[in-house]
């Protein structure tokens, strides 16, 4: 139920927001595994908190796709948030919160001995895969997927195995409502934009109507 913004800076406790984004990653982790895309889920949980996953190695690498000017982009480029990127953008970030998850070049993963160069073609791949299958998805619900954040990680035992892990939950998505604009992700809390459950509420309900339609 944690809710953190600004590597840590803002902080607050909201009920409920665990088990909303447990149900939803849940879901689209059962439908991308029946897209052919490889995760580590296994099975829901026996409560509404947790679920079975096979052992995995995180790679300390966030995978940020991006298909709309928003947030940090919009900053360095001083684009209009909300343009349309010409083509899908992948970048890297370092996952540590001491050095503010900085923005890494490839040159600067190698050095630092986070993945080789065929782990991250095969990370930019399947990430830019993922994004073939969730834009369609989320337009069906009436949303737009403007960008995301996952990770991945080397399954044991052998870790050479590498498939998606973590969440997908509008706390590592931008997921903007197509009709009015609304955003109905964790920038409700990270900018005061409105109640933060009831945008989460909304996502899940539409990924469950266009799942069960």
Same mark, same amino acid.
């Given at each position: 139920? =944690?809710?953190?913004?600004?590597? +840590?800076?803002?902080?607050?406790?909201?009920?409920?927001?665990? %088990?909303?984004?447990?149900?939803?990653?849940?879901?689209?982790? !059962?439908?991308?595994? !029946?897209?052919?895309?490889?995760?580590?889920?296994?099975?829901? +949980?026996?409560?509404?908190?947790?679920?079975?996953?096979?052992?995995? *190695?995180?790679? #300390?690498? *966030?995978?940020?796709?991006?298909?709309?000017?928003?947030?940090s982009l919009q900053k360095r480029t001083?684009?209009?948030?909300?343009?349309?990127?010409?083509?899908?953008?992948?970048?890297?970030?370092?996952? =540590?919160?001491?050095?503010? =998850? %900085?923005?890494?070049?490839?040159?600067?993963?190698?050095?630092?001995?986070?993945?080789?160069?065929?782990?991250?073609?095969?990370?930019?791949?399947?990430?830019?895969?993922?994004? *073939?299958?969730?834009? %369609?998805?989320?337009?069906? /619900?009436?949303?737009?997927?403007?960008?995301?954040?996952?990770?991945?990680?080397?399954?044991? %035992?052998?870790?050479?195995?590498?498939?998606?892990?973590?969440?997908?939950? #509008?706390?590592? /998505?931008?997921?903007?409502?197509?009709?009015?604009? *609304?955003?109905?992700?964790? =920038?409700?809390?990270?900018?005061?934009? +409105?109640?933060?459950?009831?945008?989460?509420?909304?996502?899940?309900?539409a990924a469950e109507d266009a799942l069960c339609s």
């Amino acid at each position: 139920d =944690d809710a953190t913004a600004f590597n +840590g800076e803002k902080h607050a406790i909201i009920s409920n927001k665990g %088990p909303l984004n447990k149900r939803l990653t849940v879901l689209l982790y !059962q439908m991308l595994e !029946q897209k052919g895309i490889a995760t580590h889920f296994v099975s829901d +949980g026996k409560d509404d908190r947790h679920m079975l996953v096979r052992r995995s *190695e995180i790679i #300390p690498l *966030e995978v940020v796709v991006r298909n709309y000017i928003a947030g940090s982009l919009q900053k360095r480029t001083g684009l209009v948030e909300g343009r349309k990127l010409k083509q899908p953008l992948v970048e890297f970030y370092y996952k =540590d919160d001491d050095l503010g =998850d %900085p923005l890494l070049t490839q040159d600067h993963i190698r050095e630092l001995d986070l993945a080789s160069n065929d782990e991250l073609v095969k990370l930019k791949r399947q990430a830019l895969r993922l994004n *073939e299958v969730m834009l %369609p998805f989320w337009a069906n /619900c009436g949303i737009q997927l403007v960008d995301f954040k996952v990770e991945f990680g080397r399954l044991f %035992p052998d870790k050479k195995n590498i498939v998606l892990a973590d969440e997908i939950s #509008p706390d590592t /998505c931008r997921l903007w409502d197509v009709n009015t604009g *609304e955003k109905l992700d964790k =920038d409700r809390f990270r900018f005061d934009l +409105g109640d933060l459950e009831t945008g989460y509420q909304k996502v899940l309900k539409a990924a469950e109507d266009a799942l069960c339609s």
